[in-house]
């Protein structure tokens, strides 16, 4: 999977990612969905007849059920079940085909496929965009391999610097959760939603805080223990030692390329070497 990022393209990423404080240069849409699709598709690539599979939440991972589902009505994967993270992501498998059962109906999961809104070069994550992260986690834990997808513009030197850490948190329990947050160098703010007054309210009906570092996450094993210490608090969408895999969709030139993180980074180190 290793590839090497040349040209122009290259030295834009290399500022993306080692530009600690600003955020990730703008991407055209269109572009950016073919980076997903890319991404989605070979991660499905990976899962075989039979396996038990975890399906993520989010744009990509919805992507990559599109695909999952594709290769299941063709006859290619036969007995595949999946175990959602969401309800967004059961109501998909059931759309394109695919098999869901309930996570507590099985003992383990073979395979997990899963977004991320930042990754930094030891696969630490920050997941929780669309406020799944608690199920997301408990999914991704259990998997044997779990595979995280991500485009070049997820990929950060420092979690946190431009994505806030997605706190799930008991709706009575708010108040004091907010003050202890702020206590741990934060700066939290309740999650409204777009199309509904009030706040964002998560498939297990719990409220989601907004925790902003104006430094960015320091030791991200450290606050994740911090933030769950917490009484409240039901997880926070830090994701340490989860990931086994991060696959990175990128731009070389006209050419989409996907590589494994370590590569990638490397090839970021390479570039900035050489100036």
Known sequence: MASTLRGGNRLEVVRAVTTAAAAAPAIDPTLQDSLKRAVAKRAVELVKPGMIVGLGTGSTSSMAIQELGKLVSQGKLKDVVGVASSYQSRILARQYGVKTVD?????????????????????????????????????????????????????????????????????????????ALVGLGGVPEIRNALRKDG???????????????????????????SINMIPGVVESGLFVGIANTVLVATRDGDEITIVELADFVRSLKEATASG
């Open 103 to 179: 996570l507590n109906d099985v003992n383990v999961i073979d395979f997990a496929f899963d977004g991320a809104d930042e990754v930094d070069a030891s696969m630490n994550l920050i997941k929780g965009g669309g406020a799944a992260h608690t199920m997301e986690k408990v999914v991704d834990a259990m998997a044997k391999q779990c595979i995280i997808l991500v485009d070049q513009t997820k990929v950060v030197s420092k979690l946190g610097l431009t994505f806030p850490v997605p706190v799930e948190v008991l709706p009575f329990a708010i108040s004091p959760v907010l003050r």
């Open 199 to 225: 706040p964002v309210i998560t498939d297990l009906g719990n409220m989601v805080v907004d925790v902003r570092f104006p430094d960015g996450v320091k030791d991200p094993a450290e606050m994740e223990r």
